[in-house]
T-cell receptor, first 114, second 112 residues
């Protein structure tokens, strides 16, 4: 299995809602990432988990809360989002020390905040 | 500076070769990657080159690396309509375990 699976594919939520994005990989990768991508822009790193521990938080507002329950799963909990948070949220994984494989990305969750 | 730079658009005729260019700034970069993103989709790793290489070929794709000028290019031979996408170059620096520095992306437009 060489895929990163993200659910849901699309999500519309109000500013008072709480929702979660989910990501799963079965490649045995021990680093997992959340990226935010606005239209026609490169992805922006939000969080990195390495061996299930949070390694990098790129000063992301606390309304985004990541969670890594185990080595295959990564969640992003959303609460009290703003319309400007509407974007494509991408999950990726990689194996530390095997940079020649690059990162494997999921297809993303298209989030719209209304 | 930290920027990885790419032209925003490239237009080519179907069947011609496409050459997408990228410049980077850090000579300590280890791996340089090319990713493809089709509309509404995630990012697909196309190919990579290690910083001690000059060229890498993989079927229709050829990557050239000029370390002196910090210039990277991706050549797509016999460009097809399915190659229409945004192409991002990204560099991984030796001093970072997990961060990639991304270019702005080049939109490849195929003319019939």
């Amino acid at each position: 299995d060489t895929e990163v699976t993200q659910t849901p594919k699309h999500l519309v939520m109000g500013m008072t809602n709480k929702k979660s994005l989910k990501c799963e990989q079965h490649m045995g990768h021990r680093a997992m990432y959340w990226y935010k991508q606005k239209a026609k822009k490169p992805p922006e790193l939000m969080f990195v988990y390495s061996y299930e521990k949070l390694s990098i938080n790129e000063s992301v507002p606390s309304r985004f809360s990541p969670e890594c329950p185990n080595s295959s799963l990564l969640n992003l909990h959303l609460h009290a989002l703003q319309p400007e948070d509407s974007a494509l949220y991408l999950c990726a994984s990689s194996q530390p020390g095997q940079d020649f494989h690059g990162y494997t990305f999921g297809s993303g969750t298209r989030l719209t905040v209304v | 500076g930290e920027d990885v730079e790419q032209s925003l658009f490239l237009s080519v005729r179907e069947g011609d070769s496409s050459v997408i260019n990228c410049t980077y700034t850090d000579s300590s970069s280890t791996y340089l990657y090319w990713y493809k993103q089709e509309p509404g989709a995630g990012l697909q790793l196309l190919t990579y080159i290690f910083s001690n290489m000059d060229m890498k070929q993989d079927q229709r794709l050829t990557v050239l690396l000029n370390k002196k000028d910090k210039h990277l290019s991706l050549r797509i031979a016999d460009t097809q309509t399915g190659d229409s996408a945004i192409y991002f170059c990204a560099e991984k620096r030796m001093d970072s375990n997990y961060q990639l520095i991304w270019g702005a992306g080049t939109k490849l437009i195929i003319k019939p």
